[in-house]
């Protein structure tokens, strides 16, 4: 195995919500992959996690690629767009011609990126007809870019195990535990690395609701999530503004 450093960029996705470590803190993805990279290489391994909620692409490619290509790493992840289908400003030429560029500078550096399509998150949202030909337009691109530079691609919209809701959170737009695990056993499968059969376990469907008790659900989603996020919009606040990167710098990994 070539890889000795990893750098994740990105956002909620990366970062890690809602995959809570017990003594607090987000785990997420990226960091079992990071983990199972660290066995294989020993102490040497370093990792940073740039990674924040809420960042929308340019921020993301104005913040953080900066800081990870002068890292040198020789792995980094790029995962960035995902809160950006879901704004009014959304301009799908300038994304998809910003996202080839990003890659060739990633590249261009001697790393190896990992890339991602989305998984079908849209599936349990409202707002299906406006963002879900966004997504599968951005997931085009990503393919494209993965193609042309010769990124390494993890296809999570081609895995139907995403529709089942246990593996989302309450919020139902950020993985579960289980959803993140299931996400590092991919990324370590496309980096040729083995994992803990277990992460690709997926708990057990849960039966469908009556349709009373799904509305009032419904309704306790959208007055516990979808309506702070509506209110961070019209105020021009994100869920990031007071968050900064969870291991900024390239270290060991010590947990």
Wanted: glycine share 8%; hydrophobic share 45%.
């Amino acid at each position: 195995m070539g890889w000795r450093s990893f750098v994740a960029v990105g956002d909620s996705f990366t970062e890690g919500l809602n995959d809570v470590y017990p003594e607090g803190g987000y785990r997420g993805w990226a960091d079992l992959v990071a983990t199972r990279l660290a066995a294989e290489v020993g102490p040497d391994f370093r990792y940073a996690n740039l990674a924040i909620r809420g960042r929308l692409f340019p921020r993301v490619v104005d913040e953080q690629v900066p800081a990870a290509l002068a890292m040198q790493p020789d792995l980094i992840s790029f995962a960035a767009g995902g809160n950006d289908v879901l704004r009014r400003t959304f301009d799908p030429d300038d994304m998809i011609a910003r996202f080839n560029d990003v890659v060739g500078r990633l590249r261009s550096g001697g790393s190896d990126v990992v890339l991602f399509r989305f998984a079908d998150v849209m599936a349990r949202l409202p707002g299906q007809r406006l963002v879900a030909p966004r997504v599968r337009l951005l997931n085009q691109a990503v393919g494209d870019t993965a193609q042309r530079h010769g990124a390494i691609l993890v296809d999570l919209y081609a895995d139907d195990t995403y529709l089942n809701p246990m593996l989302w959170s309450t919020d139902r737009l950020h993985l579960s535990s289980a959803g993140h695990r299931r996400v590092a056993a991919q990324v370590l499968t496309a980096l040729g690395v083995s994992c803990a059969e277990e992460w690709l376990l997926v708990p057990e469907r849960p039966l469908p609701k009556p349709w009373l008790t799904a509305r009032t659900d419904d309704l306790r989603w959208a007055a516990h999530h979808l309506a702070p996020w509506l209110t961070r919009r019209l105020t021009g606040r994100s869920s990031g503004d007071t968050v900064t990167a969870k291991r900024p710098t390239l270290s060991p990994l010590t947990d």
